[in-house]
């Protein structure tokens, strides 16, 4: 597709911060060019302090581009007033919510507040809206709460709510699974992969769910370490070596045939591992993290059979003198321990 069709895009964008006393423009990405289509999930990617929440203020018009433009629908960002942004893009950054004695149906009706004003009230739409955007977010059993009195899960929830009922083409985040635990980091990815795929709304979210991302992402925006954002479909990232590049670093490695990162350098000698898929994966993780190398031809002292029948699991080693049979995979680190 092209910028024109794009909800928002970028030309030729420097962000960063402007200068201030003596001192320069801070640049910390430029040349972005990337574009953000309706009914995508895209996942904005980056090591620490590459510039993720800044493209994210910068595209939702909160923060002044340092050069190149935004565009919103094919026109430039600067040139919409405050309220017609509003009525475009929503934003659910990570400021936390200060404010008591405000129901959670309360907050999020004021998403109606780029239609109705500060202190408008609701119309039958607006109300609508409001309910749509609450059965979509799942919250329907909380509404009459002090948002101050749910968890963090729950506040999350209620922002994605807040936004859609904003009713925008574009909804923008960042990092809206920080400090969930898993089942909530995970509903969260599915609620808003529902949401772009069946209303068609163009999502953007910066995270640092690396695995997550790579799962749930129609294309991902990666900002290397030297200022420069490459997007592509998560697979192609990975097989072409540059999600791998975005995200070296001397302790771990990034293993493309799992879409995973390993934690330890081996250190103990190499380990044949064949078998059935499932065992087979879950083993290859903890012989990894026993230090071990695990090999996919033949050829090595030690050979590892992983197999799985019904739901009962059997585990061999075999080397060139003998052969023992497992139940666990706890059992089967414990032998290799005493080799």
């Excluded at 597709?1 to 801070?26: H, V």
């Excluded at 119309?123 to 799942?138: L, M, P, Q």
């Excluded at 898993?182 to 609620?191: D, K, Q």
């Excluded at 994966?281 to 090595?300: D, P, Q, S």
Aim: hydrophobic fraction near 40%; proline fraction near 3%; glycine fraction near 8%.
């Amino acid at each position: 597709m092209s910028k024109q069709s794009s909800i928002i895009s970028t030309n030729e964008l420097d962000i960063g911060f402007p200068p201030k006393g003596r001192k320069s423009a801070t640049v910390v990405a430029s040349d972005i060019n990337v574009a953000l289509q309706g009914g995508q999930v895209v996942c904005l990617l980056g090591p620490n302090g590459s510039g993720k929440s800044t493209l994210i203020r910068t595209l939702a018009g909160l923060h002044y581009p340092l050069d190149g433009e935004v565009l919103l629908n094919g026109k430039q960002l600067n040139k919409f007033g405050v309220k017609t942004i509003a009525q475009k893009v929503s934003t659910v950054l990570t400021d936390r919510i200060t404010i008591g004695n405000i129901s959670v149906y309360e907050l999020v009706a004021f998403g109606r507040s780029p239609y109705t004003g500060w202190f408008g009230s609701l119309n039958k739409k607006d109300e609508e809206i409001v309910e749509w955007a609450i059965a979509s977010a799942g919250i329907e059993q909380f509404v009459d709460r002090d948002v101050l009195h749910l968890s963090d899960g729950e506040r999350q929830k209620v922002m994605i709510a807040r936004a859609l009922a904003q009713d925008t083409s574009a909804v923008l985040l960042d990092e809206p699974t920080a400090h969930l635990d898993l089942p909530n980091r995970v509903e969260i990815i599915r609620l808003l992969r529902k949401l772009a795929h069946h209303t068609k709304k163009g999502i953007l979210l910066s995270t640092h769910e690396l695995d997550l991302a790579l799962k749930a992402a129609d294309t991902l925006w990666l900002i290397s370490r030297d200022g420069k954002v490459i997007t592509g479909t998560p697979e192609d990232l990975v097989l072409d070596g540059t999600f791998e590049a975005v995200f070296e670093k001397d302790s771990f490695d990034f293993d493309r045939s799992t879409g995973s990162f390993t934690l330890h350098n081996p250190d103990k000698e190499p380990i044949y591992l064949t078998g059935d898929a499932v065992p087979v994966f879950w083993t290859r993780r903890a012989l990894e993290r026993e230090g071990y190398e695990v090999v996919e031809k033949n050829g090595t002292s030690l050979k590892v059979e992983a197999h799985s029948k019904q739901e009962t699991f059997l585990w061999k080693i075999i080397s060139e003198k003998e052969e023992h049979s497992y139940s666990s995979i706890k059992d089967l680190l414990g032998a290799l321990r005493k080799n």
